[in-house]
């Protein structure tokens, strides 16, 4: 009875350390997330979310779906509209420890497990940002969480909640794909294999391509646009060398680098484990898939927390063979380390300081950071060159945005100052095309001269952005121009001129 007690208290006692720390890392986000300012990628999907469809170039409509809710409810507010983010990243802090409960685990390697998924690099940065990202590594997390209940309890029902998380991926980042190919495999290739003759896992499946099914016939009717997107930003990438470190990035961003004695730990328990071999497989093959693939470090972050999970409750196990002094001083060396690095990665990737020496040791080492500055004075610069072009150039003008960032900010910011909706050739701008009646004076951010007097007639140069920080970042210095109209038609020059980014 007291055994029964005792348990039942440290259980209690757990959840709450879990739910804890997801409450001080959600506190510490919501009091510096109003900071900076938007990031250009936040632009675009502020920009989505008020034209919302069941699909978008660069990524499904969920993200934007969300975010709309955001905008009813708080307005354009940077605390407000990143509060989703904050609290899926919260989420994913305590399915961590709770897997490692489900896998054995103790109040040490429940709270270990939290710890780490709350001071690993890109865990940190989905709360600081509102991205897709955010919401999949939630859902690739809470899959994770299914398939271990599924393989404990060999309940087949929880098939169900796994298609519903799949679901909800399709919806938000066509990178769960390769996830998706990992539970596959991982299914071929252990003893799991038996729920392929199980109703349970077809129903999963239907309801997984249920959910999906909206944005599959979005596709089908605009030409699986968002695969010819994703062929050219993977293209990008790979030329600019930003899938260059992969292997370093496992280590640097994706988890804890103390952690990784655990993580590695965690992956050979998986696929030592009969029972659980599975989960070894869904993280292996999406590692091989990304590594050759040359996919950029990061995607494969969310893989870590089940892997982290696992390892935790090893090294819980191996520490009770311990003696008690190497006990304290295994924790206290791994505990140190692991707060170390992730004061570390605060420093560079949380808004702590709004001035000083923090912040601009965070602005020099975070590119993300830098690129959330300088859009409200770009707006009003924009501005500022309308009022100054004659009445009859007033009457008829109009912004065309160079990329999304632009694009977005214009949208959102600009009517403030009473500016018309930009116009812009990138992603689902595009798609959404030029006003009935095209404006015959153009205010262009973004181009080259040579880019700029090919597309457009009469143009000359008006401004540079410039950013109050004078942090360099893709907007700081680029040129603003006044043009005519373009010089071809704009039907044509709308089909010449369509734009990735």
């Known amino acids: 009875m007291q055994t029964e007690i005792g348990l039942e208290r440290e259980t209690r006692t757990g959840i709450w350390a879990l739910v804890g720390t997801a409450v001080a890392v959600a506190l510490i ?57 904050v609290i ?5 802090i305590v399915v961590t420890g709770l897997m490692a409960r489900e896998l054995g685990g103790g109040r040490l390697a429940q709270v270990t497990a939290a710890l780490v998924v709350a001071t690993s690099g890109l865990p940190v940065f989905e709360g ?15 899959i994770a969480y299914c398939v271990i209940r599924l393989l404990k309890t060999e309940n087949p029902r929880w098939w169900l909640g796994i298609g519903v998380f799949v679901g909800l991926g399709l919806m938000t980042k066509y990178t769960i794909l390769f996830f998706i190919a990992g539970i596959l495999a991982g299914l071929v290739l252990s003893p799991a294999r038996r729920y392929f003759a199980s109703g349970w896992f077809w129903g999963g499946v239907a309801v997984a391509l249920i959910l999906f099914a909206p944005n599959f016939v979005w596709q089908v009717r605009h ?40 993580w590695i730990a965690g992956l050979i328990c998986f696929l030592r484990d009969r029972r659980y071999r599975m989960l070894g497989w869904m993280y292996l093959v999406p590692f091989a898939l990304f590594f050759f693939g040359k996919g950029r470090g990061y995607y494969l972050a969310a893989a870590y927390p089940m892997l982290v999970a696992m390892g935790a409750v090893a090294g819980e196990q191996w520490l009770a063979k311990l003696g008690m002094v190497w006990r304290r001083v295994v924790l206290g060396v791994f505990f140190t380390a692991a707060a170390a690095y992730g004061i570390f990665v605060y420093a560079i990737i949380v808004p702590l300081a709004s001035d000083g020496p923090l912040k601009r040791f965070a602005l020099k080492n975070n590119g993300d950071l830098r690129e959330e500055l300088g859009w409200n004075e770009m707006v009003g610069m924009v501005a500022g060159i309308r009022d100054s072009l004659p009445p009859e150039q007033r009457a008829g003008v109009g912004v065309f945005a160079a990329n999304y960032g632009e694009q977005g900010a214009v949208e959102i910011l600009g009517p403030a100052y009473g500016l018309p909706m930009p116009i812009s050739r990138t ?26 007097e090919r597309m457009f007639t009469g143009c000359r140069l008006v401004g540079r952005v410039d950013n109050p920080e ?11 121009w006044v043009c005519g109209s373009p010089r071809l038609p704009w039907p044509e020059f709308w089909k010449e001129f369509q734009g990735y980014g």
């Open 470 to 480: 004078g942090v360099d970042n893709e907007e700081q210095g680029g040129s603003v």
């Open 128 to 142: 600081t940002e509102f991205q897709y990202s955010s919401f999949d590594y939630l859902w690739w997390v809470a």
């Open 427 to 452: 992603n689902s701008a595009w798609l959404r095309g030029y006003p009935a009646v095209p404006p015959t004076t153009l205010i262009v951010l973004g181009l080259s001269r040579a880019t700029a």
């Open 88 to 92: 899926a990243q919260a989420a994913a």
């Open 223 to 262: 030409g699986f646009i968002s695969v010819h997107f994703l062929q050219h930003i993977h293209v990008r990438d790979v030329r600019q060398g930003r899938a260059n470190g992969f292997l370093w990035d496992q280590f640097k961003i994706c988890v804890n680098m103390a952690a990784a004695p655990l």
């Open 29 to 85: 986000h919501l009091l510096t997330n109003g900071r900076y300012g938007f990031h250009r990628d936040e632009f675009q999907f502020l920009s989505d979310a008020k034209h919302l469809d069941w699909g978008f170039v660069a990524y499904p409509p969920f993200t934007p779906f969300v975010e709309r809710v955001s905008l009813q409810m708080f307005g354009v507010s940077l605390v407000g509209l990143r509060l989703f983010s």
